[in-house]
């Protein structure tokens, strides 16, 4: 402003403030994001890369390089091709298991949710959007437990159908295994994927669907021909929110997995905390995150091929 | 308006209500096979519901459409002879150009070849041969809107609806569009069903307009009859320019009734089926381009009144002069030919003088009051 009211001949050069690039303003905004990113994740990460080279001595840990966490951890995915997968191995690929069959059971849960939200609510989406937050008024750790209640051995279900006399022992196969962990993250992370897939369904013009029925489509065809193709960007988003963090989660397992229900996410808390060998939950979990890369990475490539191909959605 | 043999549609009192409110009301006319037929109106009139309720996208309150012979009842779009290019020509983003053709075909039992050929000869019939390939957002407007034209008329449809389908295109592609669509139909005989609020668009293009306001159809003609016989103050109004004289019929003599629009100012109007009796209020309606300004008394065979020009303005190829004629009435306008230099015209100069306005007694339109 005093640069205009001084009526120079080219007010913007003199300017000082003009004169600070484009990049540096941008960096002052993202500057507190930037810190925890990097104090709070990118540190950690390269911490964890390097312990991973480590050795485990009794209380101190051998800071020379060495191989033999990965070594182990090779030997052990080897035994897959020999006389059966070794412990980690078998962890990981259940633990990729249970995420896919989670993470589907929440898309197919959560996409019809969010289409009647999309498509047959007329006012007052935002009641429907801010009911569907509720489930997070209450704590991760309360929600799975109150899945333990749930299908407990003396929980709602046994005792449920006990009363009404349809089983006279309590059943056991409801609680502690990987079934129970599966439909608990699927409870647990369903509203997750609700909110993506909404917002790709709600984007859609109304005209295209419109256009699908005048050229012959019936509702099912349309469907899945105009409706489903339209959503995919929100479905694939909605996909990879809930396998990511689902694969190394810690607490469901803990609290409704038992013995046969556990996943990698425990192994490696039992190398750090009980097991006291760091480096090799620290090589554990960058394995896990290999594992995770890789899988995202083929399920983008098998599903994003058309897609690429065709710009913009 | 009785349903002839050859009407591809008929509309038997359709009406269509949201709420209180009547977008639709009672709209009774045939359309007839293979013509060009235009729904004008302004915005709200209830065009395009109109359009949609044929189409089968509305479902209407009340009344019957018949599609060639057919009750369509509450049959859904998909199973309607109709095909429709939408406004915002609705090219769907996650197919190509030659997908986005082909996609009513999928609907049909046809193998193949004969979609790809069928596809290749609307690319060609559009002119959009070699970019078949192409996404939506890799087109044009005018290339759009050839893609959804083609999308529908590959479906062969007995009837093409058309919602403002050029209202998105610059002013030049629009014209290019108009004869384009002109000359297609032409090849194809398919019934065009056009909605605009453009009345030169529908001018035009059509073989016959219905002129719809606050939901009611006002009136159904060609553009000639439209423009040279509204039958009412609203349609003569609305298409193109009109000079309105309120007034009062003094006498009926023969096929002209004699009108008088001032204080001793008498104006005679031809009579073409109105019923009109001696005494009653009437409204004279002339164009401003049927109007001529002359500095002498014309001959008295023509309608003459005296005036004072207040403003005229130079556009080239002709002349707005607007005059004072009464005090309490409204300026008329007249817009001249400029046939000879500007230099040599009896008006030239621009300064406000007297002269006289006439016109010939058959440019005159009687309206009821």
């Known amino acids: 402003m005093t640069a205009l009211a001084s009526g120079a001949t080219s007010p913007t050069s003199q300017d000082p403030t003009r004169r600070r690039p484009e990049w540096l303003a941008g960096l002052w905004l993202i500057a507190p994001t930037l810190a925890i990113v990097i104090g709070m994740m990118l540190v950690p990460l390269c911490a964890i890369v390097i312990v991973s080279f480590w050795t485990q001595t009794g209380f101190d840990l051998d800071t020379s390089f060495t191989l033999a966490n990965y070594g182990l951890l090779v030997d052990d995915a080897l035994k897959c091709f020999s006389d059966g997968c070794g412990l980690y191995s078998t962890l990981i690929i259940k633990s990729l298991w249970i995420s896919f069959v989670a993470t589907s059971a929440v898309v197919l849960l959560a996409y019809p949710m969010a289409y009647f939200m999309a498509f047959r609510i007329q006012r007052g989406k935002l009641v429907w959007i801010i009911l569907l937050t509720v489930p997070f008024w209450t704590s991760y750790l309360l929600r799975v437990f109150a899945w333990k209640v749930i299908l407990g051995f003396n929980g709602v279900i046994n005792s449920g159908l006990k009363s009404l006399g349809l089983i006279e022992k309590p059943l056991e196969f409801l609680l502690y295994n990987p079934a129970s962990v599966t439909i608990t993250l699927a409870h647990a992370w369903a509203a997750y994927a609700v909110l993506p897939i909404y917002v790709s369904l709600e984007k859609i013009d109304r005209s295209y669907l419109e256009a699908a029925t005048d050229l012959g489509d019936s509702r099912w065809k349309r469907f899945w021909r105009v409706t489903f193709p339209l959503s995919l960007p929100g479905t694939i988003a909605a996909i990879l929110l809930v396998f990511i963090p689902t694969v190394g989660d810690y607490i469901t397992p803990t609290l409704v997995g038992g013995p046969s229900g556990i996943m990698i996410g425990n192994s490696i808390a039992t190398q750090f905390i009980k097991a006291n060998n760091a480096p090799l939950g620290a090589a554990l979990s960058c394995l896990m995150m290999l594992a995770i890369t890789l899988a995202v990475c083929l399920f983008l490539a098998v599903i994003g091929k058309k897609r690429l191909k065709g710009a913009d959605i | ?227 040279e016989r509204p039958n009412c103050r609203e349609v003569a109004g609305f298409i193109g320019n009109m000079n309105f004289f309120e007034g009062r019929v003094v006498a009926v003599e023969g096929d002209q009734a004699v009108m008088e629009i001032g204080p001793d100012i008498r104006v005679r109007v031809p009579l073409t089926g109105q019923s009109v009796t001696a005494g009653g209020n009437a409204i004279l309606a002339v164009r401003p381009e049927k109007i001529d300004a002359v500095v002498d008394r014309p001959a008295p065979s023509r309608n003459a009144i005296r005036a004072t020009t207040r403003a005229s303005s130079y556009l080239g190829d002709r002349s707005l002069i607007l005059a004072d004629w009464h005090q309490e009435a409204a300026p008329v306008s007249v817009s001249l030919q400029n046939r000879h230099a500007a230099a040599e015209s009896p008006l030239a100069g621009g300064a406000a003088r007297e002269i006289w306005l006439t016109w010939p007694v058959e440019a005159g339109v009687l309206l009821s009051d």
Not at chain 2, 14 to 24: D, N
Not at chain 2, 67 to 88: L, Y
Not at chain 2, 122 to 138: I, Y
Not at chain 2, 150 to 179: F, S, T, Y
């Open chain 2, 1 to 227: 308006m009785a349903s002839s043999d050859n009407a591809m549609i008929t509309l038997s009192a359709v009406t269509k209500r949201f709420g209180a409110f009547t977008a639709v009301d009672a709209a009774t006319f045939d359309i007839a096979a293979g013509e060009f037929f235009s729904l004008l109106g302004p915005s709200g009139c209830g065009k395009t519901t109109l359009l949609r309720m044929i189409g089968g996208f509305e479902q209407q309150t009340s009344g019957e459409i018949l599609i060639d012979g057919e009750a369509m009842g509450t049959r859904p779009p998909n199973h309607r002879p109709t095909n429709m290019v939408f406004q915002s020509y609705a090219i769907f983003p996650h197919l190509d150009v030659a997908e986005n053709i082909a996609y009513g075909l999928a609907n049909r039992p046809v193998d193949k070849a004969t979609v790809a050929r069928k596809v290749d000869a609307a690319l060609e019939m559009v002119r959009l041969s070699g970019l078949g390939k192409r996404r939506a957002n890799q087109l044009s407007g005018g290339q759009r809107q050839r893609v959804a034209l083609a999308r529908a008329i590959v479906c062969e449809p007995k009837v093409l609806l058309l919602d403002e389908p050029l209202g998105a295109l610059d002013k030049k592609l629009r014209e290019e569009m108009q004869i384009e669509l002109r000359q297609l139909q032409k090849s194809l005989g398919i019934t065009f069903i056009f909605v605009t609020h453009d009345q030169e668009e529908a001018l035009s293009l059509s073989d016959r307009i219905a002129v719809m306001a606050r939901g009611k159809v006002l009136q159904i003609d060609s553009a000639t009859a439209l423009y």
